[in-house]
């Protein structure tokens, strides 16, 4: 894709240092652009069907196996997310986490808080991951100022 005759350019890296008397903690974060890796690993629960009369197949989407199925499956994908955008961390080890194996993915809140950060520090990493992959209010109003001072100073 091309905007204005360019290609849209790679996915935004986003930097949180968290200051430390022995040195700070320098988080990064990458936009997470493709997730076949997570699917190939957890593809989403499917509803159980029931057969209705006249032969009629309906998804049960109430089902409650399917929806504790459901919930556990977007924690994951949540986790992987996260694991997936700080790989852009330069040489940030897990030590309980290991990327082929979902079941281990939770252990990141678990790593955070035994590495000594605080609560508030968790939450402003995780607020690191959830802005690079998305887009919040505050990126969409300050990318509109710049579009429409632009247009202005080009009527000019």
Request: proline fraction near 6%.
């Amino acid at each position: 894709m091309k905007i204005k005759g360019q290609k849209v350019c790679a996915p935004s890296i986003e930097t949180i240092v968290i200051p430390r008397k022995t040195g700070d903690l320098i988080f990064k974060a990458q936009a997470v652009l493709d997730y076949s890796a997570f699917e190939a690993l957890c593809p989403i629960p499917r509803a159980p069907e029931t057969l209705k009369p006249g032969g009629i197949r309906t998804k049960n989407l109430e089902a409650p196996d399917f929806l504790k199925a459901l919930d556990d499956w977007a924690e994951k994908r949540t986790a992987w997310m996260i694991l997936k955008s700080l790989e852009a961390t330069p040489d940030l080890e897990w030590e309980t986490i290991q990327m082929d194996k979902p079941e281990t993915w939770k252990n990141f809140d678990t790593e955070f808080k035994n590495s000594g950060l605080s609560a508030l520090e968790i939450n402003k990493v995780l607020e690191l991951v959830t802005t690079v992959c998305g887009l919040d209010q505050k990126k969409i109003e300050e990318a509109t100022e710049r579009f429409l001072a632009g247009q202005v100073a080009a009527q000019k």
